[in-house]
């Protein structure tokens, strides 16, 4: 089944969470922002922002408070070391993370 965690970055504070440690399957990612500013993301596989990106960094267009993707529960990609998220905004921004 799976399973997500949330990763917030406001007031332009960037926001670095480890979401989980360990083998896993990362499911993609939801975006929440404020519709105004445009957050930058990477997800890595490792325990600190560095390392086999799972979702290369990228500045993510500012939409009507939710967009982004995710993999369907059938597929997902191996994680080995655990998932990692960076987030920088100027605004705010929640991104849900989604693994099993």
Do not use: F
Request: charged share 15%.
């Amino acid at each position: 089944m799976w399973q997500s965690l949330i990763a917030t970055c406001s007031g332009g504070t960037p926001a670095n969470q480890l979401i989980y440690t360990g083998n896993c399957k990362y499911g993609g990612m939801t975006i929440y922002d404020d519709g105004t500013n445009k957050p930058t993301i990477a997800v890595y596989d490792n325990i600190a922002g560095s390392g086999r990106e799972l979702s290369p960094s990228y500045e993510y267009s500012v939409g009507y408070g939710i967009h982004g993707y995710t993999v369907p529960a059938d597929e997902g990609e191996e994680v080995k070391i655990g998932i990692y998220v960076a987030i920088t905004c100027a605004g705010a921004v929640k991104v849900k993370i989604w693994y099993k």
